[in-house]
């Protein structure tokens, strides 16, 4: 908190304030918020009151994680099995907007909460609707949590550093018994500017 005013309190509690690290429920939180800021421009203020109403009138205490939260530009909705309601803005009773690319993104349990994330490789801006491969896996089962390729279980880390040291897509991939493209996502997911879109 900043001076005093809820308005600069942090949108994501880490589970220890006196470590720096996130947790993997928080890199959710932060999946989901970079789609509301950058894919569908929701203002900082629709999001604070999101968050408020959520808590205070449907209690749910951490909206970044559920399943329930809707987007469409510019706002921000809940879905409830009464209808669509729109939270950005207090309550008011909304069509249907759905934040369903990034959302699906996220693995959940019976009980809806996220397993695992295929987080996206490049920018909002071009990413193709439902395009976007999921090639990169984020997963606190395994590698302790660091991003790796989802069908060999390959750090990205690890391919973007071999590639940085000068051996190519095609070297890595048949190192690794993977497709070009894939050396190319863990590639962009770990140096953006190094792959061209």
């Not at 695992?116 to 491969?133: K, M």
Request: glycine share 8%; aromatic share 6%.
């Amino acid at each position: 908190m900043v001076g005093g005013t809820k308005d600069f309190s942090p949108l994501i509690d880490r589970p220890d304030k006196s470590d720096p690290r996130l947790s993997f429920a928080n890199l959710i939180e932060a999946h989901a918020l970079r789609a509301l800021r950058c894919r569908y421009q929701v203002p900082m203020r629709a999001i604070r009151t999101a968050l408020d109403y959520a808590e205070s009138e449907s209690g749910i205490r951490r909206l970044l994680l559920s399943d329930e939260l809707r987007a469409i530009p510019g706002e921000v909705f809940l879905q409830r099995l009464d209808g669509i309601v729109n939270i950005g803005r207090g309550g008011q009773q909304a069509i249907k907007g759905i934040l369903e690319m990034f959302l699906q993104r996220i693995d959940r349990d019976g009980h809806g909460a996220p397993l695992r994330l295929f987080p996206f490789t490049r920018p909002p801006e071009q990413i193709a609707d439902r395009e976007s491969p999921r090639l990169v896996l984020i997963d606190p089962q395994i590698a302790s949590g660091r991003p790796i390729l989802s069908s060999k279980a390959i750090r990205t880390a690890t391919v973007a550093d071999r590639f940085t040291a000068g051996e190519s897509i095609s070297e890595l991939a048949s190192d690794y018994g993977l497709t070009a493209p894939e050396i190319e996502e863990a590639i962009r997911y770990e140096r953006p500017k190094q792959i061209a879109a």
